[in-house]
């Protein structure tokens, strides 16, 4: 595994971050609660350090689960837990809060899901400009000055937004969404480094659509988030991402077989401006895999390739 300052927090992350929005259990492919459990485990056990979760990821669930297998593993000092607040996943539906009082309350929550007391980094999961910035970041001060939270972030944000959120408590860590198929946010994710910030890519595997591992088109459920949220598996855009898998494919001949998985990853690890990949696996075979692709980088030759890859599939300069 490799390790990176994660921005002026302090702290050193590993290259790999657990998702836990699929180990949550809601919006994605069905496993067992052992399974997801045993994923957790062996994120820890391949040097994984931090771990992304929210309430929104199913009620709770996820946080749940984080805080058991954590205890369990009694590495709580070892393991960076970030966890979000501002948007919740109530009867079906994620709904979007703003209010200092919630704020509060959804932290008291989730320290008692995560079964500790003390958050590592707590970030807003998304901006509801319903409510000043003043109330929503002014509360993360607050529990930030009562040591249940020791950093703070924002999770999809622009720039203009993280500015003005900073003025009432300063913003560590910026979490977007980043891979191969998603470049929107590079402009202020270079932004965020620049200005100290930690920088979480979330999504780096574009849903799991860069693993080469779905190479037809597929119709998911309404409430799936391949469906839903990530936009990659809809045409014209899944036709233009398989053109790019075929390139990736023949790079990995050359690597000896190199999943694509572990080129995307590394892709997105080698940018100077992301502190870490947020990937989500809720099996151990998965997380194992993911987590190997930190044993090796690619070249500089390499990236190049896939950079014109990506330019000439995707239209992206």
């Keep these: 595994m490799r ?38 485990r062996a994120a820890v056990e391949c040097g994984v350090n931090i771990i992304d979760t929210a309430p929104a990821y199913n009620g709770g669930e996820a946080e749940k689960l984080v805080g058991q297998v954590v205890k369990d593993m009694g590495v709580r000092r070892d393991v960076i837990i970030a966890t979000k607040c501002g948007t919740e996943f109530i009867d079906g539906q994620y709904v979007r809060f703003g209010a200092a009082a919630d704020i509060i309350r959804e932290c008291e929550q989730s320290l008692r899901n995560l079964q500790t007391d003390y958050i590592d980094l707590y970030l807003v999961h998304w901006p509801n400009l319903n409510y000043p910035f003043s109330e929503t970041t002014g509360a993360l001060a607050q529990l930030k000055q009562q040591g249940k939270i020791l950093h703070v972030g924002v999770s999809n944000f622009t720039q203009e937004q993280m500015v003005e959120a900073g003025q009432y408590c300063p913003i560590e860590v910026y979490q977007a969404q980043h891979s191969m198929v998603y470049r929107d946010n590079e402009r202020q994710m270079r932004w965020a480094a620049e200005q100290g910030m930690g920088v979480m890519a979330y999504g780096s595997l574009g849903g799991g659509i860069l693993t080469g591992a779905i190479r ?24 233009r991402i398989m053109e790019l898998l075929q390139r990736m494919d023949r790079l990995s001949q050359t690597r000896d077989g190199m999943p694509l998985a572990q080129l995307a990853l590394n892709w997105s690890a080698q940018k100077d401006f992301v502190s870490t990949c947020i990937v989500g696996a809720q099996s151990r075979a998965r997380v194992e895999q993911n987590a190997a692709a930190f044993d090796q980088s690619l070249s500089a030759e390499e990236l190049a390739l896939l950079d014109e890859a990506i330019a000439q599939c995707l239209d992206v300069d």
């Design 3 to 40: 390790y990176k300052p994660f921005g002026s927090t302090g702290l050193q992350v590993s290259s790999l971050c657990l998702g836990t929005w699929g180990i949550g259990g809601a919006g994605w492919d069905e496993h067992s609660q052992q399974s997801r459990l045993d994923a957790i």
């Design 216 to 239: 037809q088109k597929q119709t998911y459920a309404p409430t799936d988030s391949r469906n839903r949220f990530y936009k990659h598996f809809q045409e014209p855009t899944f036709s």
